[in-house]
């Protein structure tokens, strides 16, 4: 599977942005999503992730209520649209794939990932 990422960028606090991950593969219902995060010096966090379905989703404490995944079969593309952005968001972000309906929250649960995509939260 192969996955590309898109949507960062640079953006005040409060302001929001949409990420997209567009996958290759055509059985892309039979794959979970979940987006992940790297801050410079960090280690890699989870953020959300979405079922092969997408009836079912989970969110980091840090981002509930205020980041939404979810996910276009029709289109292979699953979206994490962010508002009420803050600077601590500031970040690559990766979304990945895991062979399997259900979520996992860890990095080493997914077995694809895209090449990440910048989001830069200014003050």
């Known amino acids: 599977v192969q996955l590309q990422a898109s949507g960062g960028g640079l953006v005040q606090a409060g302001r929001s942005l949409r990420l997209s991950c567009a996958a290759s593969e055509r059985t892309f219902s039979r794959y979970a999503m979940g987006w992940f995060r790297q801050a410079p010096g960090k280690e890699r966090e989870f953020a959300a992730a979405?079922?092969?379905?997408?009836?079912?989703?989970s969110y980091a404490d840090s981002v509930k209520g205020r980041f939404t995944v979810s996910r276009d079969i029709a289109k292979n593309t699953v979206y994490l649209q962010m508002n009420s952005l803050r600077p601590e968001d500031t970040a690559v972000y990766y979304c990945a794939a895991r062979a399997g309906v259900t979520t996992r929250i860890i990095p080493t649960g997914y077995d694809f990932w895209g090449q990440g995509t910048q989001v830069t939260v200014s003050s």
């Open positions: 979405i079922s092969g379905s997408g009836g079912y989703t």
